[in-house]
């Protein structure tokens, strides 16, 4: 059974940062695709950023580009997502997702990704 245990959410000002951590279990993720969505209340979910294992390929949205970065510690299976310079439209319940590498136009889709953790809430005031 893979697990994806999303963290590192919270309340923050304009300006300010955070790290989330998605902490996966079950079996190693170094040659998956792993990403970052988000959805705000009464929006679809969205592509943040991906990061393919096998490859290292980072592919991230414009709206959080230069802004935000994803990694990944396969010593730890865990993934990252530093996020810089936060603004009020960040504010959403961010998930992690896994799944098995594919061409990035699949990895920017949720179809794309057959597991899923149970998200954490990120609030930036202005």
């Known amino acids: 059974q893979v697990q994806l245990v999303e963290s590192g959410g919270g309340l923050v000002q304009a300006g300010d940062s955070l790290r989330l951590s998605c902490a996966a279990s079950?079996?190693?993720?170094?040659?998956?695709?792993m990403a970052w969505f988000r959805q705000a209340p009464g929006k679809e979910r969205e592509f943040v950023a991906a990061?393919?294992?096998?490859?290292?390929?980072?592919d991230y949205a414009d709206s959080v580009k230069g802004r935000f970065t994803i990694s990944m510690d396969n010593a730890k299976n865990t993934m990252y997502l530093q996020m810089n310079s936060l603004k009020p439209e960040d504010t959403a319940v961010y998930y992690c997702?896994?799944?098995?590498?594919?061409?990035?136009?699949?990895?920017?889709?949720?179809?794309?990704?057959?597991?899923w953790g149970q998200g954490t809430q990120v609030t930036v005031s202005s």
């Open positions: 997702a896994a799944g098995p590498p594919q061409i990035i136009a699949v990895l920017r889709t949720t179809r794309g990704y057959p597991y």
């Open positions: 079950g079996r190693t993720f170094s040659t998956y695709a």
């Open positions: 990061i393919r294992g096998n490859t290292g390929i980072l």
